[in-house]
């Protein structure tokens, strides 16, 4: 196996919990690799550091996959997969869809898996992953007895690895699920659908806001397929605006609210959030909850101070449409965007909004995103609830 030398003193962060070497902190490397073979890396002084895939044509020259010899790579797949596997079951016993894999924080580095009931969904973003595809659905079969396993890859992270933008039928076929999240159950069209077809990432933060919706008004901005609005109505919430841009996501949400069998006063609007926000303001429309849950704003470091700007706009037009003693919830899953910093812009947004705000829940993403604490990278959802008065 061939070996990366790493160059001196540039070992500290992958040895206190980081799974990445980047090119510029490679010296050599020693024996033959392409990129998707395992190697072996070590520190300037020839110290043994761990086992991991080797990409030649990436920033990522080097993505660990354990801190000791790895002799089967086919065993150590599926012991890593039963393991991510057991601690789902643990946190939703009664619950048969969840992100499954998340990557990093799996120590299956590149590899995204969401199961929904006996279906498999992968975004495969990493050579070393792609290469070893086959051991992988190998692995989700014997695992959790999957029948259907493709991907819906995200083609940006595709294209920075060298791969090829495309999806594949791995096993078994495309087909519609229903699932629930334990209370609420979807409809998920992969074919339409965002992502893998679903936003696991949010589920325990949908559960939260049933305590602050029932008997109130709720605004749900970006709802995709309803999620936060439809878990406000089973708490109780009387009257649902659901809004977004997408006319597909609208139709989800009208479908997945007769699907539940809920009872609500329900409005349904295709238009840009922004565009209508402002809207609303004019009309003196106000919300006991106002929800949002944007899509990143911010792609990479480069794009975040026009980011920060939108996310300000956001909450300042959000929270003129909360009624005093009201709730404003809101998201950011933009990773280049720090908590503090999310904070500081609720606390600008608010400030010219003329409101009060109160935090009384701050959370990341669900529990079947785990996170590593060395590595950042890893902690990308940012979830806050405001108690918002008037100024």
């Known amino acids: 196996m061939a070996k990366i030398y790493l160059r001196r003193n540039e070992e500290h962060r992958i040895k206190n919990g980081h799974l990445w070497a980047f090119s510029n902190e490679v010296f050599k490397l020693e024996g033959e690799a392409e990129s998707g073979d395992m190697v072996d890396i070590y520190d300037s002084r020839e110290n043994y550091i761990g086992t991991g895939f080797y990409n030649k044509n ?23 997969i039963q393991k991510a596997y057991e601690l789902r079951k643990a946190f939703y016993p009664g619950r048969n869809s969840y992100r499954l894999v998340f990557s990093e924080s799996d120590f299956l580095p590149g590899l995204i898996v969401d199961k929904y009931n006996d279906t498999c969904v992968l975004q495969v973003c990493s050579v070393g992953m792609e290469r070893n595809i086959e051991l992988i659905v190998k692995a989700l079969k014997e695992v959790t007895g999957a029948v259907n396993i493709f991907s819906r890859n995200e083609h940006f992270f595709r294209k920075t690895e060298g791969l090829p933008e495309e999806d594949r039928i791995y096993a078994g076929a495309v087909r519609s699920e229903i699932i629930s999240d334990g209370a609420v159950k979807y409809k998920i069209n992969f074919e339409k659908g965002h992502k893998t077809g679903f936003y696991f990432d949010q589920g325990d933060n949908r559960t939260f806001i049933e305590k602050i919706s029932n008997g109130k008004t709720v605004l749900d901005a970006f709802c995709n397929s309803g999620g936060f609005g439809l878990h406000a109505t089973l708490a109780g919430a009387t009257d649902v605006l659901f809004l977004d841009s997408s006319a597909s996501e609208i139709q989800n949400a009208m479908d997945n609210f007769i699907l539940n069998d809920l009872n609500a006063k329900v409005e349904y609007v295709v238009a840009d959030v922004f565009d209508h926000f402002e809207k609303l303001i004019s009309e003196n429309r106000k919300f006991d909850v106002v929800m949002t849950d944007p899509p990143a704003f911010a792609k990479n470091k480069k794009s975040l101070p026009v980011a920060k700007k939108g996310y300000e706009k956001l909450n300042r037009l959000a929270l003129k449409l909360v009624n005093d003693g009201g709730f404003l919830v809101t998201s950011s899953c933009s990773h280049h965007l720090l908590r503090g910093d999310f904070l500081d812009i609720i606390n600008v947004a608010a400030y010219k909004a003329e409101k009060k705000v109160q935090l009384v829940h701050f959370n990341f993403a669900a529990l079947d995103h785990p996170q590593l604490p060395a590595m950042e990278e890893t902690v990308y959802l940012k979830f806050a609830v405001l108690r918002a008065g008037e100024g």
Do not use: E, M, Q
């Not at 990436?58 to 890593?80: E, W």
């Open 58 to 80: 990436s920033l990522i020259t080097f993505r660990l996959l354990s801190r000791k010899p790895v002799k089967d790579l086919g065993a150590f797949i599926i012991s890593s």
